[in-house]
């Protein structure tokens, strides 16, 4: 049973672009979070979805974070207009009822 | 909101000593959760406690869960290079399967 996929693993994006973070969560689990770890922080909720429903994102970034999770694919975190504050480790955690399964990270760099 | 002190901050201990990390919340906790972290890694589930008094081992890790106290303390018995790394404690604001507030971790260093 594979883990909790994310990808890619490093992404370098220039101020302004978009970024695109994908997490394929632990097969039978339908809860997905996503985490931000910036540097010389903690660890810090984003937010919560189950299959097409957006649950909680009170740790979401007002602006430019939208975050998704398709009936059909992986969850995708979507940050536009990347700027160098989003310089950060990405994690995706899954669960299926009460404990969370972290994957890897997306390293995000905002040259 | 909820916030959870980990202490100490950072750790070095020789191999095969003992060790204990204390994680400690501002409020009620409904579920406490530890996970290591090796540096530029993702986070290893340890172990959840979820009721008061609750007790949990796997292999050389212990963790406990003092409710009364909004406390949890993770301790590693005869310290191993391998169990090098930041130790995080989690936990949930509520009752359901919500987001999990984290401490801002432990800095394992094991001396050979």
């Known amino acids: 049973n594979a883990g909790v996929m994310q990808n890619p693993r490093h992404l370098v994006r220039r101020r302004g672009q978009e970024a695109r973070l994908r997490c394929s969560p632990m097969k039978g689990h339908s809860h997905v979070y996503w985490y931000r770890q910036l540097p010389e922080e903690g660890l810090k909720f984003m937010v919560y979805l189950q299959k097409e429903n957006i649950i909680d994102e009170s740790g979401m970034p007002k602006e430019r974070f939208s975050a998704e999770f398709p009936k059909e694919g992986p969850s995708i975190l979507r940050i536009q207009q990347v700027v160098r504050g989003d310089s950060a480790a990405y994690f995706c955690?899954?669960?299926?009822?009460?404990?969370?399964?972290f994957g890897p990270g997306t390293r995000l760099l905002v040259l | 909101s909820q916030e959870l002190e980990q202490s100490p901050q950072s750790l070095i201990v020789q191999e095969g000593k003992n060790l204990t990390i204390n994680c400690t919340s501002s409020k009620t906790l409904y579920g406490l959760y530890w996970y290591k972290q090796k540096y530029g890694e993702g986070l290893i589930f340890l172990m959840m406690?979820?009721?008061?008094?609750e007790e949990k081992s796997h292999e050389k890790i212990t963790a406990k869960l003092d409710e009364k106290k909004q406390q949890s303390s993770l301790h590693i018995t005869a310290s191993q290079p391998s169990h090098a790394g930041i130790y995080l404690c989690g936990a949930r604001s509520g009752g359901g399967a919500d987001g999990l507030t984290f401490g801002k971790g432990t800095h394992l260093i094991i001396q050979p």
């Open positions: 955690a899954s669960s299926r009822e009460s404990a969370q399964y």
């Open positions: 406690l979820q009721k008061g008094g």
